[in-house]
């Protein structure tokens, strides 16, 4: 399997790096030479199966699977210069192509996917959102990370637009280790501890077919300190902008 990146950006360094590290790697990846810098990093560190193409036409040229990661300001200008061929297998990870977009820009190529990998597929964790459900494209991205495959475009607009929270949850983390740093815990210690704590309850969550709200709430012992501060919470109101601002991301992917 040829595996090609047009852009070489963070997710795509991220993408090399979990494909090559994992089980089953692919025989051959061609990435672009835009980003100079990443591409002989990747290059170097994956030496006989990464290569630098010598441009993205090359990339294509060179590939049996073409993953799209240019930056959203100049993706049409570049990818509306590039010649498909019909038997390529093409996945887009550039979320402001919508579907009918991005079938036209990579015609007469016909299988083409849309997908959202976060940089953690670096290390074969995270959700990887694919739209349409192809069997095929989840089991080559069920290498380095979990997919979740829905039919429906608006269904995978709506998953992309829960990304935004990812600074939310750093930002959480952040309060309760500053926190501990002003109740005179060292500054190491209350990060490490903060950090460790939500990356088992991450793991929990993910591991369980349980709802949320019931995990939630089997966590709230009646009259103990969980209960306490999710009801302070929720009675301040805190939790009720969540979903007006994802509201207002949606409407802003949707745009593109």
Known sequence: MRLGFVGTGNITAAMVTGFCTATEKPTRVLVSPRNAGTAARLAAAFPGIVEVASDNQAVLDGSDWVVLAVRPPISREVIGGLRFRPDHRVVSVIATLGPAELARLAAPAVRVVRANPLPTVA?????????????????????????????????FD????????????????????????DQGVASAQGRRFIAAMFHAL?????????DFAAMSAEAATPGGLNEQVVRELTEAGSFDPIG?????????????
């Open 123 to 155: 290390g074969h964790v995270g959700p990887i959102p694919l739209c349409p459900d192809d069997a095929e494209t989840a089991a080559l991205f069920g290498r380095i990370g979990t997919v979740v495959a829905v039919a429906q475009a608006a269904e």
């Open 158 to 181: 709506r998953l992309i637009a829960t990304t935004s929270l990812i600074s939310t949850f750093f930002k959480l983390e952040d309060v309760a280790a500053g926190w501990l740093t």
């Open 202 to 210: 991450a793991r929990q969550a993910d591991g369980c077919d349980e």
């Open 244 to 256: 007006p601002s994802l509201d207002r991301i949606l409407t802003r992917i949707e745009g593109r």
